[in-house]
Structures are given as structure tokens and as C-alpha cells.
């Protein structure tokens, strides 16, 4: 065995500036330069495609929750949907304390499961004439889409 085998590689971060400034990951190199995300080319279109998404979503969970014997508020619905704000801004992570346990159950399950959202909602910008790039949604456009939501849903 020589030498070099036992020697631990040598770890430095890497700042991104893109998403999140304190974004880090540590895959042994160090840039100062920002990562570039390109604006969405259709912002509408994606609010779009993200609603119907989220109104399934929803739906789904309406459905569950009346099988418990629960039906869902405007307010539970504002709850949620202020909490995943604050968890989007914040990285806070709520919870739901409501007399009615069943309830409480329901909202945050449906909390836990839009939360994931922004990482499964991936947009594309047109890289050539035939080729497309997939990017993460920013925590900016994921509350646009909430606000969104909100709107739909409580009207």
C-alpha cells in the first residue's frame, strides 16, 4: 500500500449565488463565480401547468379528508398555504396545533406533501432548436404559485 492511498482528499466548498446565497455543496473545489439560472420564458404558462398541478393536489386531499369526515376551510387552506410562504423564505417548518387531532392530522400531511413540490416542478428555457434545459423553480416563482393557488382556491 503506498502513501497517498491513506491521505484523505482535500474538501473545499463551492458557493452558489443562484437560488440560495448560502448555498454550499462540498465537491473539493471553490468558485466565486455565480451559477447562472435563466428567467423563465413563459412565466404564465408555467403558473399554469403549477396550478393544475397543485389543484389535484388539493383535490386529492379534499377527498381523503371528507372520508375522515373533514372538510376543509378556506382557512385550513390559508393556513397551509402561509406556512409553505414561510417555509419557502424560511425554511421554517410548521405545525398545525388544532383541537380536532383529525384535522390537524389533514393539514399537515397536506403540508408535507406541497412542500416537496418545488423539487418534483422542474421548467424548461430552450437551449437550442431542439433541445430544452430543465431547471428547479425558484422559492420566488414557488410562492408566486402559491399566491396563485390561494387565489383560485379561496374565491
Known amino acids: 500500500m503506498s502513501g497517498s492511498q491513506n491521505t484523505p482528499p482535500i474538501r473545499r466548498q463551492i458557493s452558489g449565488t443562484a437560488n440560495d446565497p448560502g448555498l454550499a455543496t462540498d465537491l473539493g473545489l471553490h468558485s466565486e463565480i455565480p451559477i447562472e439560472v435563466p428567467e423563465i420564458e413563459d412565466a404564465n404558462r408555467e403558473n399554469s401547468r403549477i396550478l393544475k398541478r397543485l389543484l389535484v393536489i388539493v383535490g386529492e386531499h379534499e377527498r381523503s379528508a371528507h372520508r375522515l369526515g373533514i372538510e376543509l376551510s ?33 393539514l399537515e400531511t397536506l403540508f408535507a406533501e406541497f412542500v416537496e413540490e418545488p423539487s418534483n416542478i422542474l421548467y424548461t428555457t430552450r ?13 420566488v416563482f414557488w410562492i408566486e404559485s402559491l399566491d396563485l393557488l390561494e387565489t383560485t382556491i379561496t374565491e
Open 127 to 139: 437551449t437550442g432548436e431542439d433541445t430544452m434545459r430543465y431547471h428547479a423553480m425558484k422559492p
Open 74 to 106: 378556506n382557512t385550513d387552506m390559508k393556513s397551509v398555504i402561509e406556512a409553505l410562504r414561510q417555509h419557502a423564505l424560511k425554511g421554517t417548518i410548521p405545525t398545525f396545533p388544532h383541537p380536532e387531532e383529525v384535522r390537524q392530522y389533514v
